[in-house]
C-alpha cells in the first residue's frame, strides 16, 4: 500500500538550532513530491516541488532534498516564525486508487523558541 | 496569485441540518478543485474531485449522496453536508491546481471548522 510517514511527529528547536525534517514514502510511481507549511486552522501553505532523486530547492532558511525513498526538509537557523506543522505529499504516477492522487503525511510539528 | 477562499472559515450546526461550503479561486480559473478532511492530528485525505460542468469524482469510501459537490463555474466549487452529525466534525479544506504549474501542485483554501452539535 502507497503511503507517506513523517518523522519526527513533533520537534521543537532553539532559535538558531538548525535541524531537519523526515518524509519517508513507498508509492506507486513517484510524480512529484510536495512540501506544505500548515499553521493552526489554516490551509496549507505550498513551498517545494521536487520531482526526482537528487533534486534540491530552497527557500529562505527552508532546503529541500529528494532520494529514492525519503525526502529532508532541513532548516537552517530557524526563528520563531518558522513555527507551524509541516506536510509533506507525494503524487502518484497512477491515478484512480483508493487514496487519490495526492497522499499526505501527518506532518511534523515545528515549534521554534525564542 | 493563485489564491484560493473558502466560505464560511466555521460553522456550528445541529445534527441533521445540511451545511454549505464555498470554495472560489479569486485570481485564476480551474477547471479542477479538490476537497480534503482533516480530523485532529492527521493526514488531510481527499474526500472527491470536483470537475466543472461534470459529476465529482469521490474516494472511496466517501458517501456522495452525504457529500455533495457542485462546479458550477470555473472559479466556484460547493460543498453540501447533508444531515450532518457530530461525526462528521472536521476541517473542510479545498484546493485548486492554477493552470501553467508543473504536475500537480494545488494552491489550498484556509479551512472550514465544521461542528455539529
Known amino acids: 500500500e502507497d503511503q507517506v510517514t513523517q518523522s519526527p511527529e513533533a520537534l521543537r528547536l532553539q532559535e538558531g538550532e538548525s535541524s531537519s525534517l523526515n518524509c519517508s514514502y513507498t508509492v506507486s510511481g513517484l510524480r512529484g513530491l510536495f512540501w506544505y507549511r500548515q499553521d493552526p486552522g489554516k490551509g496549507p501553505e505550498f513551498l517545494f516541488t521536487?520531482?526526482?532523486a537528487g533534486e534540491e530547492k530552497e527557500k529562505e532558511r527552508l532546503k529541500a532534498t529528494l532520494t529514492k525513498k525519503e525526502s529532508f526538509l532541513h532548516i537552517t537557523a530557524p526563528k520563531p516564525e518558522d513555527s507551524a506543522t509541516y506536510l509533506c505529499?507525494?503524487?502518484?504516477?497512477?491515478?484512480?486508487?483508493?487514496?487519490?492522487?495526492?497522499?499526505f503525511g501527518k506532518g511534523t510539528k515545528l515549534s521554534v523558541k525564542p | 496569485g493563485a489564491v484560493v477562499s473558502q466560505h464560511p472559515s466555521w460553522v456550528i450546526c445541529k445534527s441533521g441540518t445540511s451545511v454549505k461550503i464555498e470554495c472560489r479561486s479569486l485570481?485564476?480559473?480551474?477547471?479542477?478543485m479538490f476537497w480534503y478532511r482533516q480530523f485532529p492530528k492527521q493526514s488531510l485525505m481527499l474526500m472527491a474531485t470536483?470537475?466543472?460542468?461534470?459529476?465529482?469524482?469521490?474516494e472511496q469510501g466517501v458517501e456522495k449522496d452525504k457529500f455533495l459537490i457542485n462546479h458550477a463555474s470555473l472559479t466556484l466549487s460547493t460543498l453540501t453536508v447533508t444531515s450532518a452529525h457530530p461525526e462528521d466534525s472536521s476541517f473542510y479544506i479545498c484546493?485548486?491546481?492554477?493552470?501553467?504549474?508543473?504536475?500537480?501542485?494545488?494552491?489550498f483554501g484556509p479551512g472550514t471548522r465544521l461542528l455539529v452539535l
Open positions: 484546493s485548486a491546481r492554477p493552470p501553467g504549474l508543473p504536475g500537480e501542485t494545488q494552491y
Open positions: 485570481d485564476f480559473q480551474a477547471t479542477t
Open positions: 521536487l520531482y526526482s
Open positions: 470536483s470537475n466543472e460542468g461534470s459529476k465529482a469524482t469521490y
Open positions: 505529499a507525494v503524487h502518484r504516477r497512477n491515478y484512480g486508487g483508493s487514496q487519490g492522487n495526492l497522499i
